[in-house]
């Protein structure tokens, strides 16, 4: 989908009303309300340029009656966050094309979905919302939407709802439940539960610090890799990852995205069998084999099985769930070439100004 360019939609607005002139006219007193009651986001709108995506008083009620606090502070922030996306103005419903994924000030994204009945827009897995009217502010459009905007959950919560349950162990397994439960802005590729069981016997005999390894090796840091946009570029090389000594290889087939492990011989790619599921400031690729790389020289040699399996009990799944407390995955920040970090660079810039490769 192509945005409308800043330049072309703040032209025509430069003598538009401005965004409080423009929710009283799209009349949803109640989220007018709640911006007033919120400095936090007050601030954050000052001067905001981009799109607002606001809720209709009927669907802001709903969401009070169904458990939502407005007096919880953190959490109002977060949800009104979510509907605002700064730096790019979503077309009317006249002017909509595809679809496409909005980056949120909150951090987390919103899939867009165009068809011959209007414009929808999904936070999860399933189409949540529609656009009910449009309305020009000076900074950009506000669209009334019939439903409020929840951010996705976690994504330690997504696959435990995903039934991506031998992920999730090997997370606690590995040590790494704290630093998957608050890391942000990046890719993940969560192997299937038979993905995991193909390498059981393999798992048997990794470290902690080996299994870290092969963990760190799923997530790809720095941006959202849509399907869509690997799919447009056919290939994308030497992809850094989490864990500094693994790249991978990214392509398209013209009907699967493949990926593999740079420099493992033999190895058949994984396909991605679920591609594009949002969580909290994450993007997951479900895929059907797990990635395992080459072991770097400053690990342990495999012989002590890790406590806590993939086959980790249910209480030590259920601990996945724990207060972040450290940032392992920090340390294995990579260290590309400038020219693959060009690449990634220009792959993480273009997704969150919604733009096309």
């Known amino acids: 989908m192509k945005f409308i360019p800043l330049a072309l939609a703040f032209a025509h607005a430069i003598h538009a009303q401005s965004l409080a002139e423009a929710l009283t006219q799209a009349k949803v007193s109640t989220l007018a309300s709640l911006l007033a009651s919120d400095t936090a ?23 009070v009656t169904a458990g939502f606090n407005p007096a919880d502070m953190t959490m109002l922030t977060t949800v009104l966050t979510y509907h605002a996306v700064p730096n790019t103005v979503f077309p009317s419903a ?18 867009t979905t165009f068809n011959s009945t209007g414009v929808y827009l999904t936070t999860g897995a399933t189409k949540v919302a529609m656009v ?6 000076e900074g950009g459009l506000v669209h009334v939407v019939d439903t409020t905007l929840i951010p996705p959950s976690s994504v330690v919560i997504l696959a435990k709802t995903a039934g991506l349950t031998q992920f999730v162990d090997a997370v606690v397994a ?33 470290t902690k610090e080996q299994l870290q390894q092969v963990l760190l090796a799923h997530v790809i840091p720095g941006g959202f ?23 991978l290889d990214v392509k398209y087939d013209g009907t699967t995205v493949l990926v593999s492990v740079v420099g493992v011989s033999g190895a058949v790619p994984s396909k991605v069998v679920k591609a594009d599921i949002l969580a909290d ?43 972040a407390t450290t940032a392992a995955t920090a340390a294995a920040t990579t260290k590309a070439s400038a020219g693959v ?17």
Do not use: C, W
Request: charged content about 10%; aromatic content about 6%; proline content about 4%.
């Open 41 to 63: 986001v007050q601030t954050a709108l000052a001067g905001f340029k981009g799109t607002i995506f606001a809720p209709s008083d009927a669907a802001l009620a709903a969401t």
């Open 94 to 111: 006249t002017q909509a094309t595809g679809d496409d994924y909005l980056l949120t000030a909150q951090g987390s994204e919103i899939m």
């Open 132 to 137: 009910n009217g449009t309305f020009p502010f």
């Open 174 to 206: 590995a040590g790494l439940a704290d630093a998957v439960a608050t890391l942000k802005n990046a890719t993940i590729l969560a192997p299937t539960n038979e993905a995991f069981a193909a390498i059981a016997e393999i798992a048997k005999t990794l």
């Open 225 to 247: 890799a849509h399907a869509a946009e690997i799919a447009a570029a056919k290939e994308l090389s030497s992809v850094p990852t989490s864990n500094a000594a693994a790249s």
């Open 281 to 323: 400031n994450i993007l997951v690729h479900v895929i059907d084999r797990v990635l395992v790389p080459n072991f770097s020289a400053g690990a342990p040699a495999a012989g002590t099985a890790v406590a806590g399996s993939p086959a980790a009990s249910g209480t030590a799944r259920a601990a996945a769930t724990g207060t």
């Open 341 to 357: 970090a060009a690449i990634v660079s220009y792959l993480a810039a273009a997704l969150a100004f919604g733009l096309s490769l």
